[in-house]
């Protein structure tokens, strides 16, 4: 289907972006890649009169690290942060993890983050990692630039703080410490398609090797991304262990979606080969440990508490977890 007719106009500095955004109010919508919006018109999902491209404001196109934060500005494409070679460093994995599995490659050389959290999809990918590292979302509004917590950015499926003829100017990472690593898990039908459940967990360690800070968040498990507040609480304090992941899973209850001992959207990454009647392997309620685990319990494990394990200074206890985990560390797909 074609879109309706709506007018096109082309930004080249943010002033510019902003004040076509201002003169035309609710009719207009901004183009970044264009991933979400323009399937959406042509299916008349969305009909905005006006489309305001910013593919053209190159202070927009920023993705820096100045130690404290990392900024990634409007049109930094999905595929920066996949290439960006700093970003396979492990504190970074959470970012580097999602980086690889949103859509497929051609998406992800026109798809933005910031678009991405914008869209806010109920089954996005970047909502959800943007949850777990606590990220803040910079909004361009009349009264000037206000920085929205990412909780309070998603409102909504689709619906975000940002109002009528604002913008969003860019999204802050806080960068991680050291002993930090995290790891996104996406279930999807085939690679390219977007999840039918998904989980985002970094997690930093305390000199002492204990979690000083967690961040679990969902998507496709509510009407946007969710913080798992219960499973942070969870993890906060407490050794990196496989009985702290699986109490954790537990504090996940409120996700609840169904089997006998009632399973947390945690739990559909148990459900490996979804859709083909399997029945779920290692229900945290059940055991906790060895070949009852399921595969996801133990990826966890292995790619955010070993790697956190060893920055700090719980080395042996790194190397006991890892041999206790196994090797089952390669990716879903
Ligand atoms: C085949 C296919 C598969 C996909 N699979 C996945 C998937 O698995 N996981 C996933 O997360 N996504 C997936 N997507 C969506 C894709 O990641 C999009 O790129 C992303 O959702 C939106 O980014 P964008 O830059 O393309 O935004 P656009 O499509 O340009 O915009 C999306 C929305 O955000 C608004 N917007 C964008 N930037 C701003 C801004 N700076 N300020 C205010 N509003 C703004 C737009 O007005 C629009 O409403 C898929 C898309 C396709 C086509």
Redesign the pocket.
């Known amino acids: 289907m074609f879109p309706a007719a709506f007018n096109y106009l082309r930004a080249h500095t943010p002033d510019e972006a902003f004040a076509f955004l201002q003169q035309h109010g609710a009719e207009a919508?901004?183009?970044?890649?264009?991933?979400?919006?323009?399937?959406?018109m042509r299916f008349r999902l969305?009909r905005?009169g006006v489309l305001v491209d910013?593919n053209a404001v190159r202070d927009?196109t920023y993705l820096r690290n100045d130690g404290q934060v990392l900024a990634i500005g409007?049109?930094a494409?999905?595929s920066e942060i996949e290439r960006a070679l700093w970003i396979g460093e492990r504190r970074w994995s959470l970012l580097h993890d999602v980086s690889r599995?949103?859509?497929?490659p051609?998406?992800?050389q026109?798809?933005?983050?910031?678009?991405?959290l914008?869209?806010?999809?109920p089954?996005?990918?970047?909502?959800a990692v943007a949850l777990a590292s606590r990220a803040e979302v910079e909004?361009r509004g009349t009264g000037g630039t206000r920085t929205v917590k990412i909780d309070d950015f998603l409102v909504d499926s689709?619906t975000?703080a940002?109002g009528e003829g604002?913008?969003?100017?860019g999204v802050r990472f806080p960068v991680p410490g050291d002993a930090t690593a995290g790891s996104y898990q996406?279930l999807?039908r085939k690679v390219?398609?977007?999840?039918t459940a998904a989980a985002a967990v970094q997690v930093s360690l305390s000199g002492d090797g204990t979690i000083r800070e967690a961040g679990v968040a969902l998507?496709a498990a509510g009407p946007c991304a969710v913080r798992v507040d219960d499973a942070e609480r969870a993890l906060v304090g407490q050794r990196p262990t496989n009985d702290t992941t699986a109490k954790a899973v537990i504090a996940s209850g409120r996700f609840m979606i169904g089997p006998p001992q009632g399973a947390a959207a945690w739990t559909q990454l148990s459900y490996s080969r979804l859709g083909r009647g399997r029945q779920p392997i290692g229900w945290p309620g059940g055991e906790t440990t060895g070949r009852h685990q399921s595969r996801e319990h133990r990826l966890f494990n292995q790619k955010i508490y070993g790697p956190a394990l060893r920055r700090s200074h719980g080395r042996d206890e790194a190397g006991s977890l890892q041999s206790e985990v196994g090797r089952h560390g390669r990716r879903p797909h």
């Open positions: 919508r901004v183009l970044a890649g264009g991933q979400s919006l323009i399937p959406a969305a905005p910013i927009f409007p049109i494409r999905d599995v949103v859509a497929d051609v998406v992800r026109m798809g933005t983050i910031v678009g991405s914008c869209h806010n999809d089954s996005g990918d970047w909502t909004v689709f975000t940002v604002e913008m969003a100017t996406k999807e390219g398609d977007y999840a998507s």
